[in-house]
């Protein structure tokens, strides 16, 4: 039975996709802050497929809570999809350095170190796939939020290092970019229903890029387009631009 | 939190009127679908309100357990089950939901969370169901479910051809675990009350032929349809459905006798046509379901049809139970036959069902509110005099201001 840790397992994207490989008989592996969250996770896992869940206390930002995560998994997981990101408030992330610092520790420090490490594993074992969640935001930095996007734009870069690295070997590294998602996250914003993935699209999604080896996913196939087109933008016209 | 205005919870929006669309906010009970515990010697489930029947039966039925009482589709969620005191095939047995609800969480307007049971908050505990989502919103329930050998069901079908014939048949099989008929609501003069009566026992493991022996859990599900967009009229006039029943009604004559059917189209036909509701056109239609007492049935039964039968208005889905003894303040049921229909809406219709309920009124009968978009204030209080201890009730604990529904400001609930 093949195994997958969760980290970041409390975020609704996490559940989602966890629910995806638990129906398909993984062995989960919830790592989150929140202890009361988790174990109710893990109950209703355990309950509806029938899986082996365990759960593992752990805030990716604290190198701590990293060594003691990799050092108490029972084993080592065949796939890792890393969901944890922090959007936090563009105008507080400009004003407030030590709130800006927790959402570019949250969005790349954090998970890229604790990918980096469990690359390394999987390098040991010569198998294994990397899933990362980084953002469209990290695409190009626009004013309404390159605090949260620069940090989401150091992920991208890594796990595309990451891909390139293992590119000939038996691990496989996945990118998703899920743009707007009906979490917690956006609760409360006014997003195009048109471009607004629910969780489970996301988790199917996951789910698919692990079956067939693919390497960078937009879980809605517009925002592809979409970023190509605002990427596309000369800078000097970008500069101007409010979008 | 609350909004002061009128909020009320929305389960998977399956009740036909305005029971779940808040006065001025509606929260979505959906998300929450966690399973918490599930003890296998009893069948006691425990889970989060939002998750719908569809999903403990996927997850239950192979481990060998259903829910005890199921409505005519699975896409309810527990919530929304408890919230309208649902009933299903087997009331005449097993009483519904509220029978099976060992407790549930209900999170008040002033913040508090209460654990209601038999024991605890036992009025609150059954006001709150039937109680339409208008004394807190049901967070978490402990249910029981019932345990079964197969997905598959043992069903006779057995044709009658008159009213009188129709209600002897369901006299004659109370010990049926499950019972329904189909009426032909376009039947007229002789013929009036002319049904489908369709018995169901779960199948038992050595009834199962033996190629489905093996895997008596295994789900045959039938192709499942959509309907992609909605005619700009609708497809379910009079003489259509005068045709479908004349056909159904001949067609199940050759079926009579026993079969096995699959679990899904016996309980759910219409949930394996998704969106059916748009046959119906832009305009939709409206469903009427009441119940009269044992007593008064006959007669109320023979006025109600032979008036549809006049209008022409036939109804598809024409339902009539025998139902079982009353339980609970508020809940919808009593001892007597419920009488299920829906109708295309328009000017026609909307007299047609007014005198319905006028009908219902005088033979002493009541409306199930989880299927109610029409009735009046007035209308209300002639019928089932139960809402305005309701009202006084929700008054006097503080719930009438901060939980409001389209509907509880419609009826004065």
């Known amino acids: ?243 | 939190m609350l909004d002061p205005a009128g909020t009320v919870a929305r389960g998977n929006g399956r009740a036909y009127g305005d029971a779940a669309i808040g006065l001025s906010t509606t929260i979505d009970m959906r998300r929450l679908d966690r399973l918490i515990a599930f003890d296998d010697a009893t069948g006691l489930l425990v889970a989060e309100a939002g998750l719908t029947l569809a999903e403990i039966i996927d997850i239950f039925l192979p481990r060998g357990w259903f829910p005890a009482v199921t409505p005519g589709t699975k896409y309810v969620t527990l919530g929304g089950a408890i919230a309208a005191d649902v009933h299903g095939k087997n009331h005449h047995g097993e009483g519904s939901f509220r029978r099976h609800v060992a407790w549930f969480d209900l999170l008040g307007p002033d913040g508090v969370e209460r654990r209601c049971s038999p024991e605890e908050y036992a009025e609150l505990f059954h006001w709150t169901m039937g109680g339409m989502g208008l004394t807190g919103t049901i967070l978490r329930a402990a249910v029981r479910l019932r345990p079964v050998e197969s997905a598959w069901i043992r069903q006779r079908t057995i044709p009658t051809f008159a009213l009188a014939e129709t209600m002897d048949a369901f006299e004659a099989s109370a010990d049926a675990t499950y019972s329904v008929a189909w009426i032909d609501t376009l039947a007229s003069g002789r013929s009036l009350g002319r049904s489908i009566l369709m018995l169901g026992e779960h199948a038992r493991v050595e009834e199962l032929p033996a190629k489905t022996a093996g895997t008596p859990f295994a789900r045959r599900r039938g192709l499942t349809l959509d309907v992609p967009l909605t005619p700009p009229f609708s497809l379910v006039g009079g003489p259509v459905v005068r045709a479908f029943n004349a056909l159904y009604h001949a067609r199940n004559c050759r079926r009579a006798g026993e079969a096995l059917v699959p679990i899904d189209g016996y309980f759910y036909p219409l949930d394996a046509i998704l969106r059916w509701n748009r046959i119906y056109g832009p305009r939709g239609f409206v469903q009427f379901q009441c119940v009269l007492p044992l007593a008064s049935a006959p007669a109320g039964l023979t006025a109600m049809l032979s008036r549809i039968a006049a209008s022409g208005t036939g109804s598809f889905l024409a339902v009539l139970k025998r139902m079982g003894t009353e339980e609970g303040p508020f809940s919808f049921p009593m001892e007597g036959y419920t009488l299920a229909l829906d109708f295309p809406v328009g000017r026609r219709t909307e007299a047609l069902t007014a005198e319905l309920r006028a009908m219902t009124r005088d033979h002493g009968g009541r409306l199930y509110l989880a299927k109610d978009a029409q009735m009046t204030e007035a209308e209300m209080s002639a019928l089932d005099p139960r809402g305005l201890g309701f009202a006084r009730w929700r008054g006097e604990h503080g719930l009438a201001g901060p939980l409001r529904s389209h509907q509880s400001e419609r009826l004065g609930l």
């Open chain 1, 1 to 243: 039975m093949p195994t997958l840790l969760v980290v970041g397992a409390t975020s609704d994207i996490a559940e989602a996709t966890a629910r995806r490989f638990a129906a398909a008989g993984y062995a989960l592996q919830l790592a989150g802050r929140d202890d009361a969250a988790l174990a109710a996770i893990a109950a209703d896992l355990e309950l509806r497929h029938r899986v082996v869940v365990t759960v593992h206390r752990c805030d990716v930002v604290e190198a701590e809570d990293r060594a003691a995560l990799l050092g108490g998994l029972p084993v080592l997981p065949d796939v890792v999809v890393c969901t944890v990101g922090l959007l936090g408030d563009q105008r507080e992330n400009e004003t407030d350095p030590a709130v800006a610092e927790r959402v570019m520790r949250a969005n790349y420090e954090g998970p890229a170190l604790l990918l980096g490490s469990l690359a390394e594993a999987f390098a040991v074992r010569g198998t294994g796939v990397i899933v990362g969640i980084s953002s469209v935001a990290g695409e190009r930095g626009r004013a309404s939020n390159y605090v949260y996007g620069s940090a989401k734009a150091g992920m991208t870069a890594f796990l595309s290092g990451l891909r390139n690295r293992f590119g000939k070997t038996g691990i496989h590294v996945v990118t998703v970019l899920p743009g707007f998602v009906d979490t917690r996250m956006t609760e409360g914003m006014a997003l195009p229903p048109a471009l607004t993935a629910q969780p489970d699209e996301v988790a199917q999604a996951i789910w698919r890029a692990v079956e067939r080896r693919k390497n960078v996913v937009y879980v809605r196939p517009l925002w592809r387009w979409i970023m190509a087109i605002i990427r596309a933008i000369p800078e000097g016209l970008f500069k101007k631009l409010s979008i």
